[in-house]
């Protein structure tokens, strides 16, 4: 059963910083593709970044791809999300997911959730 328990959401001031913590267990972490969503109250859910296995490249979403920045720790199959100079747009519940590094392959496992809300 696969698993994926995303943390480190919580209340902060624009300006601010949070690090999202994403553990996945029930599959083979170092093989996939990591990605990080969002969905704001009112909002479609939307892409914020992703990490390939191999290579380690990273994709953002313009918006955020000065603050920030999606690793990963293979040894602790956990992805994170440091994220800074937070504004009240960056409110949402933030989800990661994993995929298949193959073209076409879609985001198929998700976790439950963390709440993001930055106020001004």
Sequence with gaps: QVQLVESGG????????????????????????MGW??????????????????????????????RFT????NAKNTVYLQMNTLTPEDTAVYYCATRWPTTGAKYDHWGQGTQVTVSS
């Design 37 to 66: 969503f969002r969905q704001a109250p009112g909002k479609e859910r939307e892409f914020v970044a992703s990490i390939r296995t191999s290579s380690g490249s990273t994709e953002y979403e313009d918006s955020v791809k000065a």
């Design 70 to 73: 999606i690793s990963r720790d």
């Design 10 to 33: 919580g209340s902060v001031q624009a300006g601010g910083s949070l690090t999202l913590s994403c553990v996945v267990s029930g599959l083979t972490f170092r093989y996939y593709t």
